[in-house]
């Protein structure tokens, strides 16, 4: 119904639409045939009645034209078209009776050049309105009827056959007109529908067009689990920040690369669905630091980017921390207590460098230093972290290949009893790399880090066991100490690795002895501690390396059975204050435990002098001897006591 009801309406003003469109044309043909006709038959008799009447169509056609002009310059908006399809048909009809009076009221005077002139314009009149008036059917038969009805009645009532049977045939084209007309209209009002139909269509399209563009710009622009810029669109409108950089619209701006801390714990424990949760609402979080000019992206998996315009150091300390702190807050997921925080490297343009990639660059350096050494803190770049880093990555290069090169080696260094008898040796790895030696503490946290490690301790261990064969033909009882990462121990194959090495060449687990840092034992991992008693098992003995310098306690100690403490070499240093009381401590609880102490870093004779008071039951160090390559080694045990005081 209400379809209908619109469809008439827009048949309405789209059909007045036509009718005034076609009107000027109307108008200008009405007046040259009116015209026409009243100065070619005009004689004296009814002179004043055509003038007048002639006067009157003129009129009608010019009031008309008015009209006309005016629909056209009155905008849509304001047109009220009823009262305009008013004016329109008594203009239009008082037309048509005009030109039917002419026919019915001179008819009587109408010679046949004039009858005749009158029957073709009126015909004319009537078969053009078909088309023209096609835009309001009521208009159009009123129209038709008005012009030829009158005028074939007129005929029909005339005496003369011929003039009656034109009457007849007038009557029947009229009849012809309208249905004509009827069929024009219908016509007509079928075209305004389906062109509004059609316009319909191509909005719907233009709209659709207008969805699907949408969609295909926010799956190109944003990402779907965070609802925040992707990297692509991230850079497009970073790049343009840097352009109003160089036009100097902003005086610069600074790049946070923001990592989060943990987040890969969370994915592999907890299961990927959450770690998607996780990662919603810890972008949530960073949104809301978003202020217009600034902007913010998930550059890829666990890692964002904060653009800050404008900010100085100060500010984007500030702003830094504040990221950090929020972070950090706990998020309840499932009903489970998560929490992470994040880890941020910041680099600032100008101060840094201008162009947008490098910026992203040393920002991303930044972070990834500041990582290794604090997380869950905010870092600004500088040269040294790059040139550290660009360090780092060819020294990880170089380990690739450095057992296939001969790059590596072992040195010993002695462990002696207070009589300075060597009871053992520490293999101390290696790395002659371009003319230089690097420092074990530069690079076994880089083969750790790369996992490494697992592949070049297995040769250290083999390498150290061939050696301590050769020490036990000069010296038998002697023993290897080797140290052991962290990383080796989550090995498959460790344990059946030293099994096999003992067995192979024959060596008595006890004189073997692992190192291993406090570390482990934080690390609470039932499968380590069965590992080590395995090993145990086999007589291979354990040491725990740098004492005191981890986080664990003795009591953590007591779970497992340790076979020597070796306290760390900063406390030795330091015999003279809090290093004394240390050494006490760890030999009272020695007794209790039964594990053997073990000085590191004994450099003087003062410190071994204060040592063996304590009743330290082995030292190393310098005072004895430095480290030493293999044939030092071997030369060494010549020596029966390296004590020098004790001799
Ligand atoms: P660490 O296990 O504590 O090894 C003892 C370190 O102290 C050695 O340094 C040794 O040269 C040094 N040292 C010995 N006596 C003295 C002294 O009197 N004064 C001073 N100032 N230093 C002394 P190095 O060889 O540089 O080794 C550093 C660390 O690298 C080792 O510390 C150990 O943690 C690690 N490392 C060395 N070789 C290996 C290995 O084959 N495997 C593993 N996993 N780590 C190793
Ligand atoms: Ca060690
Ligand atoms: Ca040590």
Redo the contacts with the bound molecule.
Sequence with gaps: MSINRSNAALYQSEGLKLLYGNSLLGIIIGFIASGILTFTFITNVHFAAKMTWWLMLSAVLFLRLIDTLFWFRTPDSAKNHTRWQLRFSLGCLFTAALWSAYGVLFFPSFSLAEFTTVVVILSALAGGATSTLSGNLTIAILYNLTILAPFSLTMLAQPETWQSNLGILGMCSTAAMIVGAIRSTRYTREVILLRDKNKMLVSNMEDTIRKRTQQIYEISHIDSLTGLYNRAAFLSAAEDICSQYREKHIDGFCIFFIDLDGFKNINDTLGHDIGDRVLHTLSARLYEFYRPGSQVCRWGGDEFIFLLVNGDKYAAQQLGDEIVRSLSRPIIVDGQKVTLSATIGISVCPEHDTSLTRLIQLADIAMYSQKGKYPERVAFYNMELESNLLRKIALNEALKTALANDELR??Y?PIVNPQGRIVSF????RWHYQGSDI???EF?PLMEQSGR?VEI?KW?MEEACRTLLEIQKRRPGVAMC????MIQFYDKEFVSNVTQLLSTWQIDGSSLHL?VTESIFNAELQVIYQKISALQQQGVRFSV??FGTGYSSLSVIQNINVDYIKID?SFINNLDSKGLAIVEAVMNISQGLKFYVVA????TAKQRQKLIKCGVHFM????FS??LEYAGTLALLETDSLDVAAQ
């Design positions: 072992l040195m260094q520490e293999a101390l790895l420092s074990p503490a076994i490690i301790g250290a080797v140290n052991i990462s190192e390396d740098d070499r590191e870093g004994v450099e190393q160090g310098y005072y430095r480290p």
